[in-house]
């Protein structure tokens, strides 16, 4: 069956770094999202990896590894706006979306 | 720029009564779609259309119609509303199906008692 994992909470400290990781058994695949989406608004999109590697984009990196079914997301220089939960989907070899629970992530002062 | 437009906010509706969720996006995007997001889960696919004329059943079609008469607009129809179908739904459209981003809308609170 196809599958996405990610922690169900985490929380870190305001400046900090913190990584959220998500690991995935999909049939195919044609790359990965992550989302991110304050309580109670809609998902906003973050970063789409669909090669190994790590992409920069700000504060938020992204990195994939195909062989292993990993991603994760890097957060840097945290602030407290960063409070959200944090939402990895892969498309599958239909090029359906496959989502994830999602990481809930606390940031404290 | 309005983006993607949903109403109403909040619904509470009593078993067996039906409804109407309205989607509207002013982007010119071809492909819609509808979600469903309920705790401790992932969202889930309701039902999508590829353009104007075409739609599609996801994961979770049953109890749910949709139209696509226009580009414009994709509402979602509750036909005989279940406590089961309480959740939050998201439209969303994109430039495409495959590796373009969604644009959600706001989101609709929905309530079946």
């Known amino acids: 069956g196809q599958n996405i994992d990610q922690p169900t909470e985490m929380t870190a400290t305001e400046g900090a770094i913190v990584q959220i990781n998500c690991t995935y058994q999909t049939s195919g695949f044609n790359g990965l999202f992550w989302y991110q989406q304050h309580a109670g608004e809609a998902p906003t999109f973050l970063s789409y990896n669909v090669l190994d590697g790590l992409e920069e984009k700000g504060r938020f990196s992204s990195f994939l590894s195909r062989s292993k079914g990993y991603s994760y997301l890097l957060l840097k220089e945290l602030q407290m706006k960063d409070s959200a939960s944090y939402l990895c989907a892969t498309l599958d070899s239909n090029y359906q979306l496959i989502w994830g629970a999602g990481t809930k992530l606390i940031i404290k002062p | 720029n309005a983006g993607v437009t949903q109403t109403p906010k909040f619904q509470v509706l009593k078993t067996g009564q039906s409804m109407t969720l309205q989607c509207a996006q002013d982007m010119n995007h071809e492909y819609m779609s509808w979600y469903r997001q309920d705790p401790g889960m992932g969202l889930r696919l309701i039902h999508y259309?590829?353009?104007?004329?075409?739609?599609d059943q996801g994961e979770v079609p049953n109890g749910y119609n949709v139209s696509r008469s226009t580009t414009e607009d994709f509402p979602l129809r509750l036909l005989s509303a279940a406590p089961s179908q309480t959740s939050v739904y998201f439209c969303a459209s994109s430039t495409g199906p495959e590796n373009s981003p969604l644009h959600f809308g706001n989101g609709t609170r929905l309530t079946v008692t």
């Open positions: 259309s590829v353009g104007a004329g075409i739609t």
